[in-house]
């Protein structure tokens, strides 16, 4: 054979080698470019991981320090309730304060999902201020119990003994667990604070007896309310107001006051009344009315 026909075949079998190279190297080479790929993915995964791990140490620091501050915390609930507790600790208050416990009604405990808690009613008598003392003492000497309604009455004035009754109604919480869940829990295991710090003093809108005057106004007159103060304990307020009659209501915004109408807003110096009109939509309150704070005294 020729040299051209030598170059020919050379040519050919060079063409055909480099083709089938290609044909059974090129998955190789496909399934290494996504080896390198994933490598890069997982390394750069390796890197967060480690970086992480690195801030561990920093983040059980942090979960150990809040730990320590819920068990510390006043707020946080006790292990178990101390009802015994609670009234000889009101009923030695009553006594400094100048007021009787005369009643107590203990309602069955209430388990929830997240803690559990009992209400109890209580019937003191004694003077004004006595008895907003005793209020002011409670606050600031009890702990994960709530007051939740009150009411004064005021008694025949031609009967002996004390002017005023006051019925409250107290519910204390505690845990559901009984403190099982943190049994290195040293905190407070009753209602009782264990810090009180010193006495709240007494609101200067109710340093004044609202009982002591009965001047009756006009019966069924739009302005027959006066509002007397309110009661604040925590984030719960009620305005005192004296109705046509002479006698006092504790009321909280959205309730129904006497002679109709709904307390609005309730402030230290006024309160807003929303009473129904003639043209209201559908009954909605169209009559919007400010009562001033009487302190007068009278």
Same mark, same amino acid.
């Given at each position: 054979?020729?040299?051209?026909?030598?170059?020919?075949?050379?040519?050919?079998?060079?063409?055909?080698?480099?083709?089938?190279?290609?044909?059974?190297?090129?998955?190789?080479?496909?399934?290494?470019?996504?080896?390198?790929?994933?490598?890069?993915?997982?390394?750069?995964?390796?890197?967060?991981?480690?970086?992480?791990?690195?801030?561990?140490?920093?983040?059980?620091?942090?979960?150990?320090?809040?730990?320590?501050?819920?068990?510390?915390?006043?707020?946080?609930?006790?292990?178990?309730?101390?009802?015994?507790?609670?009234?000889?600790?009101?009923?030695?208050?009553?006594?400094?304060?100048?007021?009787?416990?005369?009643?107590?009604?203990?309602?069955?405990?209430?388990?929830?999902?997240?803690?559990?808690?009992?209400?109890?009613?209580?019937?003191?008598?004694?003077?004004?201020?006595?008895?907003?003392?005793?209020?002011?003492?409670?606050?600031?000497?009890?702990?994960?119990?709530?007051?939740?309604?009150?009411?004064?009455?005021?008694?025949?004035?031609?009967?002996?003994?004390?002017?005023?009754?006051?019925?409250?109604?107290?519910?204390?919480?505690?845990?559901?667990?009984?403190?099982?869940?943190?049994?290195?829990?040293?905190?407070?295991?009753?209602?009782?604070?264990?810090?009180?710090?010193?006495? +709240? $003093?007494?609101?200067? =809108? &109710?340093? #004044? @007896?609202?009982?002591?005057?009965?001047?009756?106004?006009?019966? !069924?007159? %739009?302005?027959?309310?006066?509002?007397?103060?309110?009661?604040?304990? +925590? $984030?719960?307020?009620? =305005? &005192?107001? #004296? @109705?046509?009659?002479?006698?006092?209501?504790?009321?909280?915004? !959205?309730? %129904?006051?006497?002679?109709?109408?709904?307390?609005?807003?309730?402030?230290?110096?006024?309160?807003?009344?929303?009473?129904?009109?003639?043209?209201?939509?559908?009954?909605?309150?169209?009559?919007?009315?400010?009562?001033?704070?009487?302190?007068?005294?009278?």
């Amino acid at each position: 054979m020729s040299v051209g026909t030598w170059r020919r075949i050379t040519l050919m079998m060079l063409v055909g080698l480099t083709a089938g190279w290609f044909a059974i190297l090129r998955p190789e080479l496909n399934a290494r470019e996504m080896a390198e790929d994933e490598a890069e993915r997982l390394a750069s995964r390796l890197a967060a991981h480690r970086t992480t791990a690195a801030r561990h140490d920093e983040w059980r620091t942090r979960v150990e320090t809040l730990s320590r501050q819920i068990r510390a915390h006043p707020m946080r609930l006790p292990r178990e309730p101390d009802l015994p507790g609670l009234l000889g600790r009101i009923a030695r208050v009553a006594t400094a304060t100048g007021t009787r416990l005369i009643g107590v009604e203990p309602q069955s405990p209430v388990t929830t999902a997240d803690y559990r808690q009992r209400a109890v009613t209580l019937r003191l008598k004694g003077e004004w201020s006595g008895l907003i003392d005793l209020l002011v003492r409670l606050e600031h000497e009890t702990r994960a119990v709530t007051m939740n309604r009150l009411n004064l009455t005021r008694r025949n004035p031609d009967a002996d003994g004390p002017s005023l009754t006051l019925t409250l109604t107290l519910t204390g919480y505690w845990q559901v667990g009984d403190g099982a869940l943190i049994p290195s829990d040293t905190g407070p295991a009753g209602w009782m604070a264990s810090d009180p710090g010193t006495d +709240g $003093d007494r609101p200067a =809108a &109710l340093a #004044r @007896d609202p009982f002591r005057s009965r001047r009756v106004e006009p019966e !069924g007159a %739009a302005d027959a309310l006066t509002y007397l103060g309110r009661i604040q304990v +925590g $984030d719960q307020v009620w =305005a &005192l107001v #004296r @109705d046509a009659s002479g006698t006092i209501h504790s009321r909280q915004s !959205g309730t %129904a006051l006497p002679g109709g109408g709904r307390l609005g807003r309730v402030t230290p110096t006024a309160i807003i009344v929303h009473r129904p009109g003639e043209t209201g939509n559908r009954g909605r309150p169209v009559a919007r009315q400010r009562i001033a704070l009487n302190d007068s005294g009278g």
